[in-house]
């Protein structure tokens, strides 16, 4: 027993390290656990807490902390949950009234002369480049989306993705542009006709600026064609017409669905459940001589045939000249159709479709909204026409970029006089969608979102049973804005089917190795030095392609790309012709592969030679404290379907992440044996 007054006895407190020796102090040593676990000297005494003690007060210090933190965020949601999204629609045009009425249900507020201070979401009528915009606000528009969906660029857009990927792509009806290639038509016409004299096609000229079935006609062979010197100042596209398409009630048809493209990078795609289907107003007949001019039997456009006296204005979705597409789907599984094959065609269909279409918009991001600087957030509403074959197969006729959101309709009151009625099918699918769209990028969830489906994308595609209104619910109800609304009209497909359609992005690669080497900021054309530098980097040139070829190959591609696209006075090598300088070289290194693996084999190689530079720039500015676990992909070697820790775009764009594939086993000997000495592996 110690003799010292106060001290308590040794089995009863907790060991506090040696007792005191000469010369020492009796204060007792704290032990080494921190503040919350520290001795606590009680009075004059010196005295201590039992260990259970201290840890039991240090539990309820943890639990009041924690209680205040949730304090704190529970008071920063119930501010922003109180904080009004404002919306400015003094642009909006034909969407002006959907979209009121989408802001009064949401209770936002809505601003229809425009507003000098900031607001949340600019509503654009027609393109990107309306009117300005805040960089915190979000637009409902993509530079150059106005320009891609044009039917020449559309049509080069899907074409490239054709020539890699011919089953993939065969929606699209083909195509020839005009008057450039007018001769090629001809000549392909003539061929097909010799081998096979049963054919006999019908094609359909549509101007490329044409709008609302302005301009279209068909012919049944090419000297039909309509003033060919006027085709120089006003371009064409000339399709193969679908003779056979499906018919409902003996009258043709066609499909628009709306399309929300949530985001570019990373890719990001939401389908519209129901849609409008538009019916022609005369019985189909198979195109001939005698009924070419009948545009009410062939053309199924709504601004057409709203002006024949046999369109009827319904208020019911299923009849009518204008029905909702889910009512079409119903009578189909009525008869007996597999009405979820027909949706799975169609969603494929979109995928590929905007997969062709995001090179090009990356680019026009690139120069208009570069990376690093700020500006604002892009979403857009696209309308996909749709027609069904005979066999329910469906065919892509053109992408709208400036669907019509309108939701009423002309109605004649007496003899040339007309008046706007409300139209009850309109209202019931363009309502959903424009709600549901600014339901998805409201910015007072817009970290909730990210955060809840961030969580759920690998469950769906695990396929666990959860659905894009569940995540929804679940972030509105996290952030206090929890209405009694209905389900989400709008279905996510993308990223939801990655793996099912990654493959694809290869040209997307490509754009990304052109955004890289662009140089000269504002720019959508690849200077020769640009180019000569790209080449150097890559390390493509070699005894088979010398330098001397490769100013050679820059000089005739991009002049002859110039030339196509009418840009004579202009120099440079823009994104197609840059593509094309690919396929050149991949062909002409390697030989024996189909176009798709040689460009892929091509594109692998130069995304290595890259990530190899800049992994060497970043380990020789690093400090000498960073210790970085670095990863080389040997070319050779397989990889992954999305890679995400490539990064040889970072200074582009740090959320650029190139998808890799593997590599056929041919790739050039004489690069990896180099690179194995290097001792990359």
């Given at each position: 027993?110690?003799?010292?007054?106060?001290?308590?006895?040794?089995?009863?407190?907790?060991?506090?390290?040696?007792?005191?020796?000469?010369?020492?102090?009796?204060?007792?040593?704290?032990?080494?656990?921190g503040?919350?676990?520290?001795?606590?000297?009680?009075?004059?005494?010196?005295?201590?807490?039992?260990?259970?003690a201290?840890r039991?007060?240090?539990?309820?210090?943890?639990?009041?902390?924690?209680?205040?933190?949730?304090?704190?965020?529970?008071q920063?949601?119930?501010?922003?949950?109180?904080?009004?999204?404002?919306?400015?629609?003094?642009?909006?045009?034909?969407?002006?009234?959907?979209?009121?009425?989408?802001?009064?249900?949401?209770?936002?507020?809505?601003?229809?002369?425009?507003?000098?201070?900031?607001?949340?979401?600019?509503?654009?009528g027609?393109?990107?480049?309306?009117?300005?915009?805040?960089?915190?606000?979000?637009?409902?528009?993509?530079?150059?989306?106005?320009?891609?969906?044009?039917?020449?660029?559309?049509?080069?857009?899907?074409?490239?993705?054709?020539?890699?990927?011919?089953?993939?792509?065969?929606?699209?009806?083909?195509?020839?542009?005009?008057?450039?290639?007018?001769?090629?038509?001809?000549?392909?016409?003539?061929?097909?006709?010799?081998?096979?004299?049963?054919?006999?096609?019908?094609?359909?000229?549509?101007?490329?600026?044409g709008?609302?079935?302005?301009?279209?006609?068909?012919?049944?062979?090419?000297?039909?064609?309509?003033?060919?010197?006027?085709?120089?100042?006003?371009?064409?596209?000339?399709?193969?017409?679908?003779?056979?398409?499906?018919?409902?009630?003996?009258?043709?048809?066609?499909?628009?669905?709306?399309?929300?493209?949530?985001?570019?990078?990373?890719?990001?795609?939401?389908?519209?459940?129901?849609g409008?289907?538009?019916?022609?107003?005369?019985?189909y007949?198979?195109?001939?001589?005698?009924?070419?001019?009948?545009?009410?039997?062939?053309?199924?456009?709504?601004?057409?045939?709203?002006?024949?006296?046999?369109?009827?204005?319904?208020?019911?979705?299923?009849?009518?000249?204008?029905?909702?597409?889910?009512?079409?789907?119903?009578?189909?599984?009525?008869?007996?159709?597999?009405?979820k094959?027909?949706?799975?065609?169609?969603?494929?269909?979109?995928?590929?479709?905007?997969?062709?279409?995001?090179?090009?918009?990356?680019?026009?991001?690139?120069?208009?909204?570069?990376?690093?600087?700020?500006?604002?957030?892009?979403?857009?509403?696209?309308?996909?026409?749709?027609l069904?074959?005979?066999n329910l197969?469906?065919?892509?006729?053109?992408?709208?970029?400036?669907?019509?959101?309108?939701?009423?309709?002309?109605?004649?009151?007496?003899?040339?006089?007309?008046?706007?009625?409300?139209?009850?099918?309109?209202?019931?699918?363009?309502?959903?969608?424009?709600?549901?769209?600014?339901?998805?990028?409201d910015?007072?969830?817009?970290?909730?979102?990210?955060?809840?489906?961030?969580?759920?994308?690998?469950?769906?595609?695990?396929?666990?049973?959860?659905?894009?209104?569940?995540?929804?619910?679940?972030a509105?109800?996290?952030?206090?804005?929890?209405?009694?609304?209905?389900?989400?009209?709008?279905?996510?497909?993308?990223?939801?089917?990655?793996?099912?359609?990654?493959?694809?992005?290869?040209?997307?690669?490509?754009?990304?190795?052109?955004?890289?080497?662009?140089?000269?900021?504002?720019?959508?054309?690849?200077?020769?030095?640009?180019?000569?530098?790209?080449?150097?980097?890559?390390k493509?040139?070699?005894?088979?392609?010398?330098?001397?070829?490769?100013?050679i190959?820059?000089?005739?591609?991009?002049?002859?790309?110039?030339?196509?696209?009418?840009?004579?006075?202009?120099?440079?090598?823009?994104?197609?012709?840059?593509?094309?300088?690919?396929?050149?070289?991949?062909?002409?290194?390697?030989?024996?592969?189909?176009?798709?693996?040689?460009?892929?084999?091509?594109?692998?190689?130069?995304?290595?030679?890259?990530?190899?530079?800049?992994?060497?720039?970043?380990?020789?500015?690093?400090?000498p404290?960073?210790?970085?676990?670095l990863?080389?992909?040997?070319?050779?070697?397989?990889?992954?379907?999305?890679?995400?820790n490539?990064?040889?775009?970072?200074?582009?764009?740090?959320?650029?992440?190139?998808?890799?594939?593997?590599?056929?086993?041919?790739?050039?000997?004489?690069h990896?044996?180099?690179?194995?000495?290097?001792?990359?592996?």
């Amino acid at each position: 027993m110690s003799q010292h007054a106060g001290q308590v006895e040794p089995q009863s407190r907790p060991f506090l390290g040696p007792g005191p020796g000469p010369g020492r102090s009796a204060q007792p040593t704290p032990p080494a656990k921190g503040k919350a676990e520290a001795a606590i000297v009680v009075g004059a005494a010196d005295d201590v807490f039992p260990l259970a003690a201290r840890r039991a007060l240090a539990s309820l210090n943890r639990e009041a902390a924690r209680q205040r933190r949730a304090q704190r965020a529970e008071q920063s949601r119930r501010r922003k949950a109180k904080r009004t999204v404002a919306v400015d629609s003094s642009r909006a045009k034909t969407s002006t009234e959907a979209l009121r009425i989408c802001v009064q249900q949401l209770k936002w507020r809505e601003f229809p002369t425009g507003r000098h201070l900031f607001c949340d979401i600019y509503w654009h009528g027609v393109s990107f480049h309306d009117g300005e915009v805040s960089c915190a606000s979000q637009v409902n528009k993509y530079p150059g989306m106005m320009e891609m969906t044009r039917k020449i660029n559309f049509s080069r857009a899907v074409r490239t993705m054709q020539e890699l990927f011919p089953d993939e792509y065969k929606f699209y009806p083909r195509s020839w542009i005009l008057p450039e290639e007018y001769q090629h038509f001809v000549d392909q016409v003539r061929l097909s006709k010799e081998n096979d004299s049963s054919w006999k096609p019908t094609f359909i000229v549509k101007p490329d600026g044409g709008s609302q079935g302005d301009g279209i006609y068909l012919i049944k062979d090419s000297s039909d064609i309509r003033i060919m010197s006027s085709l120089h100042s006003k371009p064409a596209v000339v399709q193969e017409y679908i003779s056979k398409p499906f018919l409902i009630d003996r009258v043709k048809f066609d499909i628009r669905l709306y399309v929300l493209l949530k985001s570019i990078d990373p890719l990001e795609i939401y389908i519209a459940k129901d849609g409008l289907s538009r019916f022609c107003t005369e019985p189909y007949q198979e195109p001939n001589s005698r009924n070419f001019h009948r545009v009410f039997m062939h053309l199924t456009n709504y601004s057409l045939n709203v002006h024949s006296g046999n369109f009827v204005h319904s208020d019911s979705a299923n009849t009518g000249s204008k029905r909702t597409f889910s009512s079409i789907l119903a009578k189909l599984s009525l008869r007996g159709y597999d009405v979820k094959k027909v949706w799975s065609d169609i969603i494929t269909l979109v995928i590929r479709a905007i997969i062709a279409l995001i090179p090009e918009l990356k680019v026009y991001h690139q120069i208009y909204i570069p990376p690093g600087k700020p500006g604002p957030t892009c979403f857009q509403i696209l309308g996909f026409d749709i027609l069904l074959m005979k066999n329910l197969k469906p065919v892509l006729l053109e992408v709208n970029a400036n669907p019509s959101m309108r939701i009423e309709h002309e109605q004649e009151i007496a003899p040339g006089v007309f008046e706007y009625v409300p139209s009850p099918v309109d209202e019931e699918v363009k309502v959903a969608v424009i709600r549901d769209t600014l339901r998805l990028i409201d910015p007072t969830l817009k970290k909730n979102v990210s955060q809840t489906q961030s969580t759920e994308y690998s469950a769906e595609n695990d396929g666990e049973d959860t659905t894009e209104s569940d995540t929804q619910s679940k972030a509105e109800a996290s952030s206090g804005a929890v209405q009694n609304w209905p389900p989400l009209c709008l279905k996510q497909v993308f990223p939801k089917y990655t793996r099912q359609f990654s493959y694809l992005l290869i040209v997307e690669r490509i754009a990304l190795l052109f955004i890289r080497f662009l140089g000269i900021k504002g720019t959508f054309k690849l200077g020769p030095t640009g180019f000569r530098t790209f080449i150097r980097t890559c390390k493509l040139s070699n005894s088979n392609l010398p330098m001397a070829s490769v100013d050679i190959l820059y000089i005739d591609i991009a002049r002859r790309w110039n030339i196509i696209r009418g840009d004579r006075g202009e120099s440079g090598m823009c994104l197609q012709a840059f593509m094309d300088a690919i396929f050149h070289m991949a062909q002409r290194r390697y030989k024996s592969q189909p176009l798709r693996q040689q460009v892929e084999a091509l594109v692998n190689f130069c995304e290595y030679q890259l990530e190899a530079l800049d992994e060497k720039h970043f380990l020789h500015n690093r400090t000498p404290d960073l210790k970085p676990s670095l990863t080389m992909i040997h070319p050779e070697r397989p990889r992954s379907g999305a890679v995400s820790n490539v990064h040889l775009l970072n200074r582009m764009s740090t959320s650029n992440r190139l998808l890799t594939s593997s590599l056929p086993v041919s790739m050039d000997k004489q690069h990896v044996k180099s690179m194995n000495r290097r001792g990359i592996s």
